[in-house]
């Protein structure tokens, strides 16, 4: 099992930059993908980025390509989400989560989930 915290939200303007973090707590934190999903208000959850175990293999929702940026640090058991041009419709509580893949992540969601961290983009 792995406990998920995740920091770094917080109120921007359009256009602006944050940098998500998830730590993880456990020596497996290796064995996990990792990923990235997000809630706004009034809508279901939805997938944002996920990362492979070894980090070598990414997968993005079409929406944030271009834009964000997952990487990890295994040797922090450290997520990353680097989030560049962000528009008001980014914003959502952003949830980190552990699975399986990254390719499963996209359709299957994660099977450990952190606490969420509010991000609020104003025009």
């Known amino acids: 099992q792995v406990q998920l915290v995740e920091s770094g939200g917080g109120l921007v303007q359009a256009g602006d930059s944050l940098r998500l973090s998830c730590a993880a707590s456990g020596r497996t934190f290796s064995s996990y993908a990792m990923g990235w999903f997000r809630q706004a208000p009034g809508k279901e959850r939805e997938f944002v980025a996920a990362i492979s175990r070894s980090g070598g293999s990414t997968n993005y929702a079409d929406s944030v390509k271009g834009r964000f940026t997952i990487s990890r640090d295994n040797a922090k058991n450290t997520v990353y989400l680097q989030m560049n041009s962000l528009k008001p419709e980014d914003t959502a509580v952003y949830y980190c989560?552990?699975?399986?893949?990254?390719?499963?992540?996209?359709?299957?969601?994660?099977?450990?989930w952190g606490q969420g961290t509010q991000v609020t983009v104003s025009s």
């Open positions: 989560a552990a699975g399986l893949t990254a390719q499963a992540m996209g359709v299957k969601g994660g099977n450990y």
